[in-house]
Antibody, heavy 128, light 107 residues
Framework: EVQLVESGGGLVQPGGSLRLSCAAS????????MDWVRQAPGKGLEWVGR??????????EYAASVKGRFTISRDDSKNSVYLQMDSLKTEDTAVYYC???????????????????WGKGTTVTVSS | DIQMTQSPSSLSASVGDRVTITCRAS??????LAWFQQKPGKAPRSLIY???TLQSGVPSKFSGSGSGTDFTLTISSLQPEDFATYYC?????????FGGGTKVEIK
């Protein structure tokens, strides 16, 4: 069974750091693009960032709101993806989800990836 | 950035009703459009990708259509388990962006 389990959430002060983990099972993450998505309390979904697969050299993309502060990495030996969050702000308070991105169509030789499988999320609270 | 606008933001419907939710992109995204369902306190669930392709295990009462800038999600006969919030999302360009959501409530 394909499964994603996030961990590492908690309470942190503004300006602090936190590292979230996403452990995958039932598939090999090196073959897949992986996303992080967050949801502030009572709000909608916001994409945070993406790491591409091994074939695409694990390159990354980020939302403007987190670029320069958040870093996505992965450890294929542990079949896990990570979200390092630095210089945290109160507006980063949210439930953070990881998701497996899957091919959702193509145009010529370019493939586009949508979020197919989601974890249950981990809660991050940034407050003094 | 590509802006995604959903309408309505909420609706009330009865069991058995046919429900349609619309999603408009600020620029053409071909058919690189996904729909998600989210119930309170739960993670989102992927329903549809590529505008009309059902994810494995999603019942056929859900259907999607559209291309370019205008898309719809239809639930053919609303059941109690379908009361939830629905989001559209484009994956044509970065940053990936979601619509604001449509909350489907019981009338």
């Amino acid at each position: 069974e394909v499964q994603l389990v996030e961990s590492g959430g908690g309470l942190v002060q503004p300006g602090g750091s936190l590292r979230l983990s996403c452990a995958a099972s039932g598939f090999t993450i090196s073959d897949h693009y992986m996303d992080w998505v967050r949801q502030a309390p009572g709000k909608g979904l916001e994409w945070v960032g993406r790491t591409r697969n091994k074939a695409k050299s694990y390159t990354t993309e980020y939302a403007a709101s987190v670029k320069g502060r958040f870093t996505i990495s992965r450890d294929d030996s542990k079949n896990s993806v990570y979200l390092q969050m630095d210089s945290l702000k109160t507006e980063d308070t949210a439930v953070y989800y990881c998701a497996r991105a899957e091919p959702g169509g193509s145009r010529g030789s370019v493939y586009y990836y949508n979020m197919g499988v989601w974890g249950k999320g981990t809660t991050v609270t940034v407050s003094s | 950035d590509i802006q995604m606008t959903q309408s309505p933001s909420s609706l009330s419907a009865s069991v058995g009703d046919r429900v349609t939710i619309t999603c408009r992109a600020s620029q053409g995204i071909s058919n690189f459009l996904a729909w998600f369902q989210q119930k309170p306190g739960k993670a989102p669930r992927s329903l549809i990708y590529a505008a009309f392709t059902l994810q494995s295990g999603v019942p056929s009462k859900f259907s999607g259509s559209g291309s370019g800038t205008d898309f719809t999600l239809t639930i053919s006969s609303l059941q109690p388990e379908d009361f939830a919030t629905y989001y559209c999302q484009q994956y044509k360009g970065y940053p990936l962006t979601f619509g604001g959501g449509t909350k489907v409530e019981i009338k």
